[in-house]
């Protein structure tokens, strides 16, 4: 039964989508998109198309294909005119767009071959050209090559290859000889829960031009490679071969591995070293660990530190396992290997600190109860309509707490925890607490992570030390010794940001979700890359994007004298920020006064902020430093008087909590 009810659902579909198309060929021109619009609102939601088996809204997916569609057949011909292009062209080029247009919904929405190649069989009726196989119009890649190494398949996409195809209109801006820096990320993927099969993806990222990293190579096996060299040859062999440069559009650029980011336990296979858990498992100091409660402890804070040249000579036996290739590339294997605060901070050190507070892991001296939990539960979600759209979650109770993400943890320590935990922790507690927050904060800043270095270096070591007072020593595991060694990292590398995982995990959920069936895994998401490229997808594109306005109103206040030819935005995005005139996203930071955005005008190519300043600042904290200098602070008192200024620096956006009747002010450090 459930075969012919189904069945009878896909014809009366097809029928309606016949009739959909029917009205598309016949429509005047230029009546496309209103006329649909109209189809689609008044059959769209016809009760035999919200039967179970439809698990997604179709509507979306196909007003956004029929609206690119048409927009872009309006734009394309408009131009036409305006050169005086021939008939024949603009057919020629009406045909490139909606080729162009079915395959970016395709790639964009996830769309199975098998439905593609079927909404290709009914488009046809209507538009010959079309193709009829979904591999056609997406032009699926059908010549690599997959070898079998290390216990599992292999495919390798290269460096040069991947640079070349995806930056080739950037890469002409930059002169002879430039040298590119290139950074490495290792790291597992589970890949089905029933199933041990994993990837084990080599991903890369050049960061002077892409915040998004890309995939250098893959390996699918049922655990992780067995053998490190035959993992690692055909990258070291093409970093060998590039040691001196590669020519691409007639230019030799230069390009070097400037860091390999790492959770402790990829970083331990890839340099073929003792795990966190053994005795010489700090790959930064020499200390010995002790062995206690079951744990193993690093409480020493003045370690000698290692080197490049000790690692390369091997001068600590007990620290090594087995020769890493990588060293034949001039990587340093010491400081090319900085701590990923997303793994050692956020998923390490916060979460564990919350299970000390909530859990049942830490003593009874340093435990808060279930009725100060839901006070602080009952904070943070009152907070949640106060967090900026930068903020890709909100707040969650602390009784979600082990679901939280490493994000959700980051803004736990940064901006909601230092409101939320005052006065429920002990003083000491809540002390120790802020040591941590404010020494991270300083090190996400790229403002104050090199000019506060050392006070960050010293907040972390006395966190570290009162922290096994507070807690005992037998909790002075690798993550809290690890955060001795973290504000070294920023000196050689740049802010924390710029050397966390966090990009690395979103592609690896792209990777993921790319995947439609268990059979043969890396053929598909190999597959799946090459229509994302060719679709454009990718990246290719600057880090600094043109400022963006959106959400007309008139409404608003304008500036005097310019009371003609204005157009009022509600939102203005710019280099990753997003600015708008409702409550959570209006807080920002001009000439040193915290502000609140009313107003965004747009004038002769011109962008200007109507705001209002707050007129009192007070500090949030004065331990361990004070608040001030940070730009942290506490405002009250919304002047009346309305300001103009002309956007032309980049935004300084905060994030504003309410404290009673006053507001916490922080300011973004990071857009990531």
């Known amino acids: 039964m459930d075969y012919y009810k189904h069945s009878n659902l896909r ?27 109209q189809h689609l609102e008044s059959h769209i939601d016809e009760p035999e198309l919200n039967r179970e088996g439809c698990q997604q809204d179709m509507r979306e997916p196909l007003d956004s294909l029929i609206e690119e569609i048409v927009l872009n057949r309006e734009g394309c011909l408009d131009m036409e005119d305006s050169i005086g292009c021939s008939g024949s062209s603009s057919v020629k080029s009406d045909h490139e767009i909606l080729l162009g247009s ?26 010959p050209f079309l193709p009829k196989d979904g591999r056609s119009l997406l032009k699926t890649k059908t010549d690599y090559k997959v070898e079998m190494l290390a216990g599992g398949s292999f495919h390798y ?7 070349q195809r995806k930056f080739t209109r950037l890469l ?20 089905f829960k029933s199933s041990s099969i994993q990837f084990w993806p080599i991903l890369g990222k050049l960061p002077r031009l892409s915040k998004k990293p890309f995939v250098i190579a893959l390996f699918c096996g049922t655990a992780k490679p067995k053998t490190l060299s035959d993992y690692l040859k055909h990258l070291v062999q093409e970093l060998k071969s590039i040691s001196t440069g590669f020519v691409c559009q007639g230019k030799t650029f230069l390009l070097k591995v400037c860091s390999v980011i790492c959770d402790a336990p990829a970083r331990a296979f890839i340099k073929g ?15 010995r660990g002790i062995y206690t409660n079951h744990r193993m402890t690093f409480p020493e804070l003045t370690a000698a530190c290692r080197t490049d040249e000790s690692f390369r000579l091997e001068a600590n036996e007990d620290h090594h396992l087995t020769h890493c290739p990588l060293v034949d590339t001039g990587v340093d294997m010491v400081a090319g290997f900085p701590h990923d605060y997303m793994h050692l901070v956020c998923l390490g050190v916060m979460r564990r600190l919350l299970e000390l507070w909530v859990g049942t892991a830490g003593s009874l001296r ?13 904070k943070l979600l009152a907070l949640a309509h106060h967090i900026p759209s930068e903020f890709a979650r909100k707040p969650r109770a602390l009784n979600e707490r082990l679901r939280w993400k490493a994000t959700e943890l980051r803004q736990f320590l940064l901006f909601t925890g230092p409101i939320v935990l005052k006065g429920v922790l002990l003083p000491q507690v809540y002390d120790n607490f802020m040591l941590l927050s404010v020494a991270i904060y300083i090190l996400v800043s790229p403002q104050y992570c090199l000019q506060l270095n050392h006070l960050a270096h010293h907040f972390l070591v006395s966190f570290v030390e009162h922290y096994g007072l507070l807690y005992g020593k037998d909790q002075v595991v690798y993550n809290i010794h690890g955060l001795v060694h973290l504000a070294g990292d920023v000196k050689v590398h740049g802010h924390l940001d710029g050397i966390s995982g966090f990009p690395y995990e979103n592609l690896l959920g792209e990777l993921k979700r790319m995947i439609r069936k268990a059979h043969n895994p890396l053929p598909q998401v190999i597959r799946r890359l090459s229509e994302h490229e060719q679709r454009g997808c990718d990246f290719d594109s600057p880090i600094e994007q043109e400022p963006f306005l959106k959400s007309p109103h008139h409404d608003g206040p304008v500036p005097e004298g310019l009371l003609e030819n204005v157009s009022q935005f509600k939102q203005l995005t710019a280099d990753g920020v997003i600015l708008k005139t409702s409550s959570k996203d209006d807080c920002i930071v001009i000439d040193g006064n915290v502000v609140s955005v009313q107003n965004i005008v747009s004038h002769e190519d011109k962008v200007y902020a109507m705001y209002q300043e707050y007129r009192v600042k007070e500090a949030l904290y004065s331990y361990p430093l004070d608040s001030k200098e940070l ?31 006053k507001f916490a002010v922080f300011p973004l450090p990071h857009t990531d």
């Open 102 to 127: 079915l395959g970016d919904w395709a790639v964009r929405f996830g769309v199975s071959l098998v439905a593609l190649s079927a909404l290709l069989s009914i488009l046809r009726i209507y538009f």
């Open 366 to 378: 340093t435990r808060i109860s279930s009725l100060q939990a839901s006070l602080i539960s009952d």
């Open 11 to 37: 014809r009366k579909a097809r029928k309606r989508v016949d009739n959909l198309m029917q009205k598309i060929v016949t429509l005047p021109s230029g009546k496309e998109g209103e006329s649909i619009n």
């Open 172 to 191: 002409s801006s930059f002169p002879e000889g430039y040298e590119f820096l290139l950074q490495l990320n290792f790291d597992g993927l589970p890949l």
């Open 273 to 287: 070293i003792k795990s966190h858990t053994g005795y010489y498992g700090c790959d930064k100091c020499l200390q």
């Open 631 to 661: 730009g942290i602070y506490i405002v009250s008192h919304l002047s009346p008087v309305m300001h103009c200024v002309e956007m032309v620096k980049p935004v300084q956006k905060c994030v504003r909590l309410p404290l009673g009747d």
């Open 157 to 163: 996409f290269g460096i040069v290859n991947v640079v």
